[in-house]
């Protein structure tokens, strides 16, 4: 059995890859590297969060609790959540 890699495929990572190329590269060559996945926790302030999920590379980020995974969170859907808490709420009567 060979070595274990574990890591984090983003979308990015695989658009890079050259057509010629599909047929033959394995998951593992194209994945970011654990060590280079911001790892959040599930109490994380969200603005510490945004600030890790900003880095170039992945702009994604693994939710872990005690060791384990909880879930995946990308830079998108937390500004998308940070953006809807900042509207002013609407009028009920307002609907438009």
Same mark, same amino acid.
């Given at each position: ?32 590297? @654990?060590?280079?996945?911001?790892? $959040? ?9 945004? !600030? &890790?999920?900003?880095?170039? =590379? ?13 879930? @995946?969170?990308?830079?998108?859907? $937390? ?9 002013? !709420? &609407?009028?009920?009567?307002? =609907?438009?």
């Amino acid at each position: 059995m060979g070595a274990v890699r574990s890591g984090l495929l983003a979308f990015a990572s695989m658009a890079a890859v050259p057509r010629y190329e599909w047929d033959t590269r394995r998951v593992w060559e194209t994945m970011i590297p @654990l060590d280079e996945v911001p790892l $959040l926790t599930e109490d994380e302030k969200a603005v510490d969060a945004l !600030a &890790q999920l900003s880095a170039p =590379r992945a702009n994604r980020g693994l939710v872990v609790d005690n060791g384990h995974l909880a879930g @995946l969170l990308s830079i998108t859907e $937390l500004a998308r959540a940070l953006e809807v808490g900042r509207r002013p !709420a &609407q009028a009920q009567g307002d =609907r438009g």
